[in-house]
């Protein structure tokens, strides 16, 4: 009987224990990641090729309401000599099609720089699932052979959008992290 009630306490401090580590595991960092803004959320979307980045979600009136942005790396995926030639291939790598399906791009790109990336950015009008409509701005950016991809996307205005992108992507935390997450100094 003795055995039995250790094995029993064993298990329950084992499985108490791990769950604690699980949760120390998947908190948020302390700094948010950025600019105290914007709060790290679960990454939303289904396992694909590439793996799972950071995602956020900004409340605040700075972010024009309420927004999102997903950042993530896709090593080796661009071309080593030119970067992030183009405003197709921002179309093509920018995880818009995550959000949906149906994206629509607003103007010509721009070249962007950010966080030590050079790259792409564009404003893309977005059709819901529930039928509303979002704005989203795309981000590719480059590091060698190395492709860095951020999307923003709420009810606010693409220029709402892409300052407070921008502003979030150059914050300290989040500038070391993607320099680290495509091999950078």
Known sequence: MRRLLAIVVAALAFGTLSGLAAYQKVRPPADGGGDGRWQEIAWPFPRDGWPAGRAFRCGDAACGGEAE????????????????????????????????????????????????????????????????????????????????????????????????ALDFLASPPMHRWMLASVGGK
């Open 69 to 164: 942005i997903y950042v993530r790396p896709k090593i080796g995926f661009c071309n080593c000599d030119t970067g992030v030639a183009d405003d197709d291939e921002v179309d093509r790598v920018a995880d818009l099609d995550l959000i949906t399906p149906r994206f629509t791009p607003r103007e010509q790109g721009r070249a962007v720089r950010v966080a030590d990336l050079a790259g792409r950015s564009r404003d893309y009008d977005l059709d819901m699932s529930d039928g509303s409509k979002h704005a989203a701005v795309g981000f590719a950016l480059s590091h060698r052979c190395d492709l860095l991809v951020a999307v923003t996307q709420g009810a606010a205005t693409p220029d709402a959008l892409k300052r407070a």
